[in-house]
C-alpha cells in the first residue's frame, strides 16, 4: 500500500555548547543558525535540586522561538 508520504533524510547536526548560561548559549547556537529544532534531554532532580537549580530546559522552552523536543534521560 502506498500513503504519497515522502520522507527524505535530513542530515542531523549535533552539537555541543559550553557557556556561562547554559540555556542563553543553546539559544544563541540555535538562533545563529538555520535549525528546524532544538531537542535536550531532561534528567529528574530531588528535592534539593529543584529548589537550588535553575532548570536549563525549563529556561530554553520558555524563550525558544524553535520547537523544543524534550526527551527523558535514561
Do not use: C, W, Y
Not at 555541543?16 to 544563541?28: K, V
Not at 534539593?48 to 534521560?73: I, N
Amino acid at each position: 500500500m502506498r500513503t504519497g508520504l515522502k520522507l527524505e533524510a535530513t542530515p542531523i547536526e549535533i552539537r555541543t555548547i559550553s557557556s556561562r548560561n547554559p540555556a542563553q548559549g543553546i539559544l544563541e547556537e540555535a538562533n545563529a543558525k538555520e535549525f528546524d529544532m532544538i531537542v535536550v534531554i531532561s534528567r529528574r532532580r530531588n528535592f534539593l535540586g529543584q529548589l537550588f537549580h535553575r532548570s536549563v530546559t525549563a529556561q530554553v522552552l520558555m524563550h525558544s522561538e524553535l520547537p523544543v523536543l524534550v526527551l527523558p534521560a535514561l
